[in-house]
Nanobody, 124 residues
Framework: HVQLVESGGGSVQAGGSLRLSCSAS????????MGWFRQVPGKEREGVAA???????KYAASVAGRFSISKDNAKKTLFLQMSSLKPEDTAMYYC???????????????????WGQGTQVTVS
């Protein structure tokens, strides 16, 4: 079983930056897809960025060039560096894990087995 805990959310002005972190515990499989999703009230949770065990990344078109996903395997931590933030980036951000999968990572929510509780990002 894997536990995920996000941190780093907060309030920021448009054009600013934030760095989200997601700490994994409970013997996470190193060979895994890790992803960041976000959700606003009344809308479906959407994929933002994903990183495969080998390091390949995928970004939603709305954040490409502004967000960067990375991970520290030794520290079992996933990061999302967010720059040039816009009010439309305001959402609850969730970390997700798909252990034991070595293929290309996508944004299908059903593929991810574990989820964190989320961290709020507000851009004004």
């Amino acid at each position: 079983h894997v536990q995920l805990v996000e941190s780093g959310g907060g309030s920021v002005q448009a054009g600013g930056s934030l760095r989200l972190s997601c700490s994994a515990s409970g013997s996470p499989d190193r060979r895994a897809c890790m992803g960041w999703f976000r959700q606003v009230p009344g809308k479906e949770r959407e994929g933002v960025a994903a990183i495969a065990w080998g390091g390949s990344t995928k970004y939603a078109a709305s954040v490409a060039g502004r967000f960067s996903i990375s991970k520290d395997n030794a520290k079992k931590t996933l990061f999302l560096q967010m720059s040039s933030l816009k009010p439309e980036d305001t959402a609850m951000y969730y970390c997700a894990a798909r252990p034991g999968y070595g293929g290309i990572c996508g944004f299908s929510r059903a593929d991810y087995n574990y989820w964190g509780q989320g961290t709020q990002v507000t851009v004004s």
